[in-house]
């Protein structure tokens, strides 16, 4: 069935104590104390974030890979899917095409340049009608969910939980909210980076597109938000 074309994404794992243990990592670096003891030393947020963005500034990444979170993410395509598995520092658990079959019509995702147009959006809906009907009469002839899906489209909806570390998080969104991104997987990205916000919002200034931490903008094409570098 075509729906809403919005990703659905939820936070549903963080540590509560975020700023606390990238703060213990990073002066565990630079004191006698133990971690420990750096651990219990301070409340003070403002104190923990000067040095959190001075160590992140200077490229100390490790400090925050010991910070992990997880996505629930659903109403995307296959498509957009398969862009956000590139990414080699990420966990993964996609609803399986193999052990999960569609029964009737398949939920796809309808790009919205297709979508506003009212003859081709037709069309498409109509391709995806005959996409289903092959892959029923497969299926009711005994073609196992696991090779019957081999018609289904790039646009079929999937799921998938995502988990990753901070510093993956960052680079993920400064990759994939900078407009060379396709606009599934940056508007995506964009709802995973605002769930985040919402729950520590000292991290807004790192979920940016790259252009933004770099102060310029190191893609062949640009869209003009940042000045190229040989400018
Ligand atoms: C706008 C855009 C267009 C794209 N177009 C295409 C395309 O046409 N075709 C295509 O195939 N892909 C394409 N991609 C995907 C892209 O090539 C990467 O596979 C994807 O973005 C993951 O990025 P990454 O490797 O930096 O990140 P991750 O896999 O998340 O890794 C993070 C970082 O870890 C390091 N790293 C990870 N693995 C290794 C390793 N094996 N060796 C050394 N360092 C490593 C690197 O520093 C890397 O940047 C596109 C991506 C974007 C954003």
């Known amino acids: ?18 700023l ?12 006698a104390l133990s971690p420990y003891e750096i651990y219990n030393s301070t409340d003070d947020e403002e104190k923990m974030l000067t040095l959190i963005e001075r160590v992140i500034s200077s490229g100390h990444y490790s400090t925050i890979e010991h910070i992990q979170v997880s996505f629930a993410i659903s109403n995307v395509s296959r498509a957009c899917t398969h862009q956000l598995v590139r990414h080699r520092h990420m966990s993964f658990s996609q609803k399986s095409q193999r052990y999960v079959k569609e029964k009737g019509q398949f939920d796809y995702i309808i790009p919205p340049t297709i979508a506003k147009n009212e003859e081709l ?12 009907k092959l892959y029923c009469e497969f299926t009711e002839a005994g073609i196992p969910a696991e090779d019957a899906r081999a018609v289904l489209p790039n646009a079929a909806a ?4 995502a988990s990753l570390n901070l510093r993956e998080m960052i680079h993920l969104a400064n ?6 991104a396709q606009y599934e997987i940056r508007t995506l990205i964009k709802m995973m980076c605002d769930e985040l916000i919402k729950e520590e919002p000292w991290l807004k200034p790192y979920l940016v597109p790259k252009c933004e931490r770099l102060g310029y903008c190191d893609e062949d094409k640009s869209c003009g938000r940042m000045p190229k570098l040989e400018k």
């Open 158 to 161: 999937s799921s998938i939980v």
């Open 175 to 180: 990759l994939r909210l900078c407009t060379r």
């Open 20 to 31: 606390k243990t990238i703060y213990t990592a990073c002066r565990t670096c630079y004191s």
């Open 121 to 132: 959006k037709a069309k498409f809906v109509e391709f995806m009608e005959e996409i289903s």
């Open 1 to 18: 069935m075509e729906n809403n074309n919005k990703p659905v994404v939820n936070l549903i794992s963080k540590p509560a104590n975020m």
